[in-house]
């Protein structure tokens, strides 16, 4: 079992910048590949980044690359995403979420999550 805890979402203005956190702990959580989904209101959740456990290899959605980044730090077993230039369309909950082996674009993959942390972007 994975339990992972999120923390860093808040209100922020447009072009402004937020950092997500998200601490992995419980029996193998070092074995995980993490990344970040989104939801908004009324919308279906959405892949916003992705890292590999192993390599360190990061992944986008469209909407969000060259403005995100998603980096970890193993040694603390926690993910971060950094976000500048934000608009009022990343208002959302995000999500942290993990699974076993390599990353994946697909929530449906991933079965430990997060509780969510609102990240709201006013214009």
């Known amino acids: 079992q994975v339990q992972l805890v999120e923390s860093g979402g808040g209100l922020v203005q447009a072009g402004g910048s937020l950092r997500l956190s998200c601490a992995a702990s419980?029996?193998?959580?070092?074995?995980?590949?993490m990344g970040w989904f989104r939801q908004a209101p009324g919308k279906e959740r959405e892949f916003v980044a992705t890292i590999n456990r192993n390599d360190g290899s990061g992944y986008y959605g469209e909407s969000v690359k060259a403005r995100f980044t998603i980096s970890r730090d193993n040694a603390k077993n926690t993910v971060y995403l950094q976000m500048n230039s934000l608009k009022p369309e990343d208002t959302a909950v995000y999500y942290c979420?993990?699974?076993?082996?390599?990353?994946?674009?697909?929530?449906?993959?991933?079965?430990?999550w997060g509780q969510g942390t609102q990240v709201t972007v006013s214009s």
């Open positions: 979420a993990a699974r076993w082996g390599d990353a994946s674009y697909t929530g449906s993959t991933y079965p430990y």
């Open positions: 419980g029996r193998s959580s070092s074995s995980v590949s």
